[in-house]
């Protein structure tokens, strides 16, 4: 706990309708009242400066509590609406879970529209029409294989936010092609969620490559700290610079996100870049679900393997040769792991850790 914990820290109820949700939130941006942790959280008080706590679970599965102030979400929310032109008593609708920033951006993006967020979380009945929603790639390829009801959803908004995951280029053309208007975002909860629109740094922020390729992000809606590690927030954010895990680079104005800059595994002295196999993948076969992981072994140091979800998977012997022809002998897989559906870690995010469990309890 900081030294200079003044303010109550509560913990925000998973029951609380969206209406209350609301009432809370707009207190919570108040110093003087409670902050709210959207997850669980052992802390009772936090600095004053600190309105919301929200849990980030990145690809190494190591946990963060990320300490946002009320200014920061306030600038988010505010820069988000005015790229998407969004004007008072406009509506939301709320797609995304709140213990994640994107969903709670989608009720601070309400706050400042004077409206509430229709709550569409675990409703049974027809969507109803809303101005803007936001979701994640898998949800986008559910509405496009047969989820009617969030297709017209989503076809009739003026604008739908897309971010958590990588969304392929054929899932982005086709989502196009059914008249869904996307607007791509990157960000991280340590910049309050999507701070970069269809490759543009929203009103205020500041995209820059370091000479390693890392992409740093300057601007009002930075994060304060790690609660419990405010050591490490100082090597990630330095002279008003967040460095990122991502790897990235300016190509005619706009950002273009080429994968973390931890993804690459070395196998028989090679490396391989996991964004880069899961890319290709996902190109040649479009109509899948891959996601490529390391396996500790004694021959190869890291083994590539890929994982494939879904009904209809494609032959290992076809994989095999594309992956070849793309990256060398490098890049066969060494393994394959079929499932139903792809382990996720916060909201569009491959669980790797848990496939490597998953391949180990798999029967030979």
Not at 156 to 172: E, I, N, Q, S, Y
Request: hydrophobic residues 40%; glycine residues 10%.
């Amino acid at each position: 706990m900081e030294q200079n914990a003044q303010r109550e820290l509560r913990t925000a109820n998973p029951d609380w309708t969206v209406s209350e949700l609301m009432a809370r939130l707009a207190k919570a941006l108040v110093s003087h009242e409670p902050a709210l942790s959207f997850g669980p959280t052992t802390h009772t008080h936090v600095s004053e400066r600190i309105s919301l706590v929200v849990a980030t679970t990145g690809s190494s599965g190591v946990s963060k509590s990320v300490g946002l102030s009320a200014s920061s979400l306030i600038a988010s929310a505010h820069a988000s609406n005015k790229f998407l032109g969004a004007e008072f008593g406009n509506s939301w609708s709320l797609l995304l879970p709140l213990t994640h920033i994107a969903g709670i951006n989608v009720l601070m993006r309400s706050l400042e529209l004077g409206t509430e967020p229709v709550d569409l979380r675990n409703t049974s009945g027809e969507y109803p029409r809303v101005d803007f929603t936001a979701i994640v790639p898998t949800q986008l390829f559910r509405a496009l294989n047969g989820d009617s009801r969030l297709l017209k959803h989503l076809v009739d908004a003026k604008a739908v936010l897309v971010g958590g995951a990588h969304l392929t280029t054929d899932l982005h053309l086709s989502a196009e092609k059914h008249g869904i208007n996307i607007v791509t975002t990157y960000g991280m909860t340590e910049t309050s969620g999507g701070c970069v629109y269809n490759g543009i740094p929203l009103e205020g922020i500041e995209i820059a490559i370091s000479p390693e390729r890392v992409i740093a992000i300057k601007g009002p809606v930075l994060a304060k700290t790690y609660l419990d590690a405010e050591s490490l927030w100082q090597t990630k954010c330095k002279d008003g610079w967040f460095l990122t895990s991502d790897l990235g680079r300016i190509e005619n104005g706009k950002l273009i996100v080429e994968g973390r800059n931890d993804d690459v595994l070395i196998s028989g002295g090679e490396n391989i870049s996991i964004s880069a196999i899961e890319t290709a993948l996902h190109s040649q076969f479009p109509h899948k679900s891959f996601a490529a992981f390391s396996v500790k072994d004694s021959q190869w140091g890291d083994a590539l393997h890929v994982a494939i979800a879904g009904d209809g998977f494609p032959l290992e012997s076809e994989i095999d040769e594309y992956l070849e022809e793309q990256f060398g002998p490098v890049g066969k897989p060494k393994g394959y792991l079929f499932l139903p559906e792809l382990p996720l870690i916060g909201i569009g995010k491959v669980d790797r850790n848990q496939l490597v469990d998953l391949l180990m309890e798999a029967p030979n």
